[in-house]
């Protein structure tokens, strides 16, 4: 039985992803304004992470101090990786829809391992069968991304949804004159270039790890730092205040969700399955949070199954399993186990 644990563990993970991609865009197709709902999840997590750090962390053996200039690094840093990367992946998920956002979501271990390539913490021997299935992992993700973002296809099903009231309806906040296929297009590119932000900031992040290892208490400093920046973001973009009143309503519902499961049981469920069987092992379940957002998506928010989504999909959990297996195969080092392991880590500080 306790071999099935890291499996469940797993599955309940990807169902807090997937119902968190399907609760913000229903809260967005409802009217609630990305910049607001971004600083107040960001703010429940704070809430959460914040005291737990301060009570676990006093555990450790040997206390790891925070000098002023780690900070600064962990505030800047949280700018782009987390507080930047998400307003603009919450306005790319406004522009297009669940189904997508799940998919595109695939693509930042490829991503990331690019980065650290460049960053000369992942060695590449293109005359080795790895080093051949390494590159096709990014070509594969750029053709996957292409192909969201360029080719929508024909509607495969249509269905009667459940949240009829949040689906379909325009973010007034987002509002602008482009037509519905310049929207997707954008909304996919912005999609792709949070993931691009994200898997950069998870590659330098590897470094601060090294000096601040108190992995706890360094995604709270992160989750504070962004709960603060998105204040900013937010109440530079939204005055009024009325977008900012939370009511027995599903914006209430997805920013108490996003911040208690997401951010605090998927947490250490994902440490705890990390521990037990590696970040490889964590990364390779990323796939069943598209298939259930986009069944959730099409019916309960009504979204229409497309075949360019499909097929783009396909392409990135392909551009996954390209880096997963020969990494598997190979064995994972130290130094570039933390960009993958980050991956996970510190989803629970984005979402």
Known sequence: ??????????????????????????????????YVFIFYRQLTGTLILVPLALILERKRAVPVPLSFWTFCKIFVFSFFGVSLSLNIQAIALAYTSA?????????????????????????????????????????LCLLGVATLAFYKGPQLRTTHHVLSRYHNHQNPHHQDHFSSGKRWILGSLL?????????????????????YPAKLKFTSLQCLSSSIQSFGIAIAFERDIQQWKLGWNMRLLAVVYCGALVTGVAYYLQTWVIEKRGPVFSA????????????????ILGEPLRLGSVLGGILLVLSLYSVLWPKSKEGMTHQTSLPLQSVKECEEVKT
């Open 1 to 34: 039985m306790s071999e099935l644990k890291p499996y469940l563990a797993m599955f309940i993970i990807q169902l807090m992803y997937s119902g968190l991609t399907l609760l913000s865009k229903a809260a967005f197709n409802g009217g609630m304004n990305t």
């Open 99 to 139: 189904t997508l956002a799940a998919a595109i979501v695939n693509s930042l271990p490829a991503s990331t391992f690019f980065f650290a390539v460049l960053l000369r913490m992942e060695k590449v021997n293109i005359r080795t069968k790895s080093g051949i299935k390494k590159i096709a992992s990014v070509l």
């Open 191 to 211: 999609l792709f270039l949070s993931v691009i932000i994200w898997s950069f900031w998870l590659t330098i992040q590897a470094q601060i790890l090294k000096s």
């Open 284 to 299: 390779m379940w990323s796939p069943l949070s598209f298939i259930i957002a986009t069944t959730g998506s099409v019916l």
